[in-house]
């Protein structure tokens, strides 16, 4: 662990952070359309925006063809440690139900409205003014400092993957959305295709045939109806909940639009499981074989067939980890109260990434997130920037190569 900045020195650093640049960069973020997919027009403003907030070097790394990661480069010119400030450019659709603009950007009684603000353009503000920050105070601190806003979280996390085969680093910060308090992981995700299996015949034939969405209503059912309570330690009860989030997700299955005029012989739904850190791929195959178990038993007639379609890790660092132990000093040094700590229900990138590199998360925004007429507090924009630069001072301090 390096060895602690003073007060002073830290002070220092959070001084020259600048709140309202931070607010300011997120509501240009904002009212740029990049649903997951589309991030090429956002990536390329960012880029612009950065070249001009003092970074070492600002490029553009190929994530996939059309939809760049933006990566920014801070040297302090001395040996140190290296830690990434990193969070997502993509967001989900615009939902129905807006009031007005969900594009706007607009400022008033303090807030900033605007699609996906929470999740999580004011976190990718906020840890590029703090990069911007550690820029103007070089001489305060020793290593690196690389800030990355990805593409691609919502789809395969390609944008997290790419940066992190072509970067090393000591620490990680995520700006993901955490309502300011610490989070030191989240849980997992495990999608299950199961397929039911009939016998199609002419509609006119109905009763020649076996129709396969309506032998997937008792299975619906039996997922549904699932509430299973993994045997976990209390404190990974107390950050991430007691139960095992399962659902049905998707159902497709039929003639495409025009039909139907045809009984189906298949039919399959993809099952959402999200399991807590601790809990293995095993554990849940054996739930989602039950509930299939089940089915089978109210009708003898249906038959299906489980599939592990995807996979992605759930992630946890410890409360004591030389990361998190920083990242609870600066949120103290910036706002004068201890932090709380937590963990995501929701799937971060980290689950591709927080493997390879030490990470914790914490930024601004709060669930549930993709409402119409979304909103965040701009102050909290301006602590999370504050946040993230002191936390980088307390990592990245002079004395840490030699630590």
């Not at 410890?318 to 700590?341: I, K, N, Q, W």
Request: aromatic share 6%.
């Amino acid at each position: 662990m390096p060895l602690a900045p003073t007060e002073r020195e830290l002070e220092g650093v959070v001084a020259v952070v600048d709140g309202e640049g931070a607010v300011a960069l997120t509501q240009e973020l904002v009212r740029i359309p990049s649903v997951v997919g589309e991030e090429g027009e956002l990536a390329q403003a960012l880029y612009t925006r950065m070249r001009q907030m003092g970074f070492d070097q600002v490029y553009l790394q190929d994530a996939l063809p059309g939809r760049p990661n933006v990566v920014g480069v801070v040297d302090s010119g001395r040996p140190g440690p290296t830690l990434v400030l990193t969070g997502h450019i993509d967001t989900k659709p615009v939902c129905v139900g807006w009031a007005d603009d969900p594009y706007s950007g607009r400022r008033a009684d303090g807030r900033l409205h605007g699609h996906a603000v929470m999740d999580m353009k004011a976190g990718v503000g906020a840890f590029v003014e703090a990069g911007a920050a550690l820029a103007r105070a070089k001489r305060e601190w020793c290593g690196r400092l690389l800030v990355a806003a990805v593409a691609d979280h919502m789809g395969d996390q390609r944008g997290a993957i790419r940066f992190f085969e072509e970067h090393k680093a000591d620490y990680c910060i995520l700006g993901e959305l955490t309502d300011l308090a610490v989070y030191l992981g989240h849980r997992g995700r495990l999608y299950w295709d199961i397929t039911s299996i009939g016998h199609s015949a002419h509609t006119c034939h109905r009763h020649d045939a076996i129709n396969a969405i309506a032998k997937m209503v008792p299975l619906i059912e039996e997922i549904e109806a699932l509430r299973y309570r993994p045997d976990l330690p209390e404190w990974v009860v107390e950050l991430f909940g007691g139960e095992l989030y399962t659902a049905v997700g998707r159902i497709y299955g039929g003639l495409p639009p025009g039909g139907p005029s045809m009984i189906p012989d298949e039919c399959t739904i993809r099952v959402d499981s999200r399991p807590q850190p601790g809990v293995g791929i095993e554990e849940v195959r054996a739930l989602i074989e039950a509930a299939v178990e089940r089915a089978r038993a109210r009708d003898p007639e249906a038959r299906y067939e489980v599939v592990l379609a995807d996979q992605k890790s759930s992630h946890l660092i410890e409360r004591d980890h030389p990361l998190t132990a920083a990242l609870h000093r600066g949120f103290r040094a910036v706002t004068g109260r201890e932090p709380s700590y937590g963990g995501g229900s929701w799937l971060a990138d980290t689950a591709s990434f927080g493997r390879s590199v030490p990470t914790v998360i914490f930024g601004p925004g709060r669930e549930p997130v993709y409402m119409p007429n979304e909103w965040l507090a701009t102050e909290d924009i301006e602590v999370a920037a504050r946040v993230y630069a002191a936390t980088a001072a307390i990592l990245l301090a002079p004395n840490a190569a030699a630590a």
